[in-house]
């Protein structure tokens, strides 16, 4: 770290090029750059000076989030020295295969130089996004992704046996899915369900089933007390759910042939990760109870930062463990995925600059782009509503804004009324949090300060937990 880079002793200074560091004879560990002996033309080593460049540990976090996969690279001090970018295709069916070329695909943009310094990397993953595999690791079936409501007709079963309102008895809950999936041909294949951060890690570190608590809330995992609950038992699920270890935990180092082949060292290691919407809280800097992140990706995740933790499934609401402290909240189908359903990039910059923010719209809709949610309405029959649809488009954009910004607002005041902190202020993460007009419409019904994240990445916020930036 830099504090470390400036420790002064009493003689003769150690200089180092590219980097102000004076070492006067005594310790110094320098991250960034090589420290060279003033009195001589040759790297020091009669004293304990310290600061070759693979000294320096960077960590990579990957996100694979609803519209395409990011990486970052960042140093001790949280700075980014690299980004990375692969989206999905709008056609995409094999979703096995994109996450892969995916993974490999953000892998080899990273420049050559930075590969050899990375130390850890965590992968974060769409929550409730799960697949069965063999015991092998290969993909018996195709995935069941976040958003997929088939379980909802397992949730009869579930009932019987799961706790009133608890997390899982959700359509969308990763539980119901694999109860679902157990009707499905391939399942007497199955070996092992993973959700799509286990799996993408296994391709990393080679060891099979292990998940992280974050990811593992939905299956049902109950996370005070660190363990799979005794009711799970009564469901006689046939194959093993995975290994939950804390977001964070050293899980094992880079598979030799991966390291060699992108050039990464022998001993980076992967570690466990968590989700793609706790990523994006945890870049955001919101630290207290009160605080909160909106996501406005392709969907509307809310996470509230409370003392607090509110389960309550009627709701779609859940609560993640983090730290001493309880991140409560929920995800909505609306979002720009709709946005992007009926505009594009250029027509929403454009439209949004001719909305006047301070003025309501008297359209009131509730923009899916197919039946069903699943917070603040958890309701998988649930219809959207766009309809009328004016003549100006500028007028349905705000609506369509507005609308969102009554979703979001409603969900805030579940949670609090539902025992979660009073909400003091709103970070936003996602593509929607460059959209100033969306922003002030938003701040208007939420009736609080409403900023970009102070990194609104969620790469960013799961380099933090590869580096042990966090508590998680």
């Not at 050293?250 to 793609?276: H, M, Q, S, Y």
């Not at 730290?323 to 594009?344: E, I, Q």
């Not at 008297?362 to 603040?376: I, N, Q, S, T």
Request: hydrophobic share 40%; aromatic share 8%.
């Amino acid at each position: 770290m830099l504090q470390d880079a400036t420790k002064t002793g009493g003689l003769s200074p150690v200089t180092c090029h590219l980097f102000p560091v004076t070492c006067h004879l005594s310790p110094v560990t320098c991250h960034l750059s090589p420290v060279t002996c003033s009195l001589f033309p040759v790297t020091c080593s009669l004293f304990p000076v310290t600061c070759p460049l693979n000294f320096m540990t960077l960590s990579l976090g990957i996100d694979f989030g609803t519209s395409g996969a990011r990486g970052v690279v960042i140093d001790e001090e949280g700075r980014v020295l690299s980004e990375m970018r692969h989206y999905w295709l709008a056609e995409t069916v094999d979703w096995v295969q994109c996450w892969r070329e995916a993974l490999w695909s953000l892998l080899g943009q990273i420049p050559g130089d930075l590969r050899g310094e990375i130390g850890a990397i965590a992968i974060n993953g769409t929550s409730s996004t799960i697949l069965l595999t063999d015991g092998a690791g290969e993909p018996v079936d195709a995935p069941l992704l976040y958003n997929d409501g088939r379980g909802a007709m397992a949730l009869e079963r579930l009932s019987q046996v799961a706790p009133a309102n608890h997390t899982v008895l959700s359509a969308t809950s990763s539980l119901a899915k694999l109860l679902w999936m157990q009707a499905l041909p391939d399942f007497a294949k199955a070996r092992r369900l993973l959700h799509q951060a286990d799996w993408l890690g296994f391709l990393l570190h080679g060891k099979l089933g292990i998940s992280d608590y974050h990811n593992a809330l939905k299956l049902g995992y109950d996370v005070e007390k660190l363990q799979y609950p005794e009711w799970l038992e009564q469901l006689q699920i046939p194959l093993q759910l995975p290994q939950v270890l804390a977001p964070g935990t050293a899980i094992g180092e880079l598979l030799p042939r991966i390291a060699a082949d992108f050039g990464f060292k022998g001993d980076c290691l992967v570690v466990a990760g968590t989700t793609d919407s706790i990523a994006a809280f945890l870049a955001s800097g919101a630290k207290f109870p009160g605080e909160a992140v909106t996501s406005l990706g392709s969907t509307l995740v809310l996470k509230l930062l409370s003392r607090h933790r509110i389960e309550d499934a009627r709701y779609g609401i859940y609560s993640h463990r983090l730290g001493d402290l309880w991140l409560t909240g929920g995800a909505s189908n609306t979002g720009g995925a709709v946005l992007k359903h009926f505009f594009s990039d250029v027509e929403l910059v454009r439209l949004s600059g001719e909305i006047d923010p301070t003025q309501p719209s008297e359209l009131d809709y509730y923009p899916l782009l197919k039946p069903g949610d699943r917070f603040p309405i958890n309701d998988p029959q649930l219809l959207p509503r766009l309809e009328p649809r004016p003549d100006q488009n500028k007028e349905f954009l705000h609506g369509l804004l507005e609308s969102m910004a009554r979703i979001e607002t409603r969900g805030y005041e579940l949670l609090q009324n539902l025992g979660a902190d009073s909400l003091t202020n709103v970070y936003t993460a996602g593509g929607g949090a460059t959209n100033s007009t969306w922003t002030a419409i938003r701040q208007r019904y939420l009736k609080v300060p409403v900023v970009s994240s102070i990194h609104t990445e969620a790469a960013y916020g799961t380099a933090l937990l590869a580096m042990g930036k966090v508590q998680i």
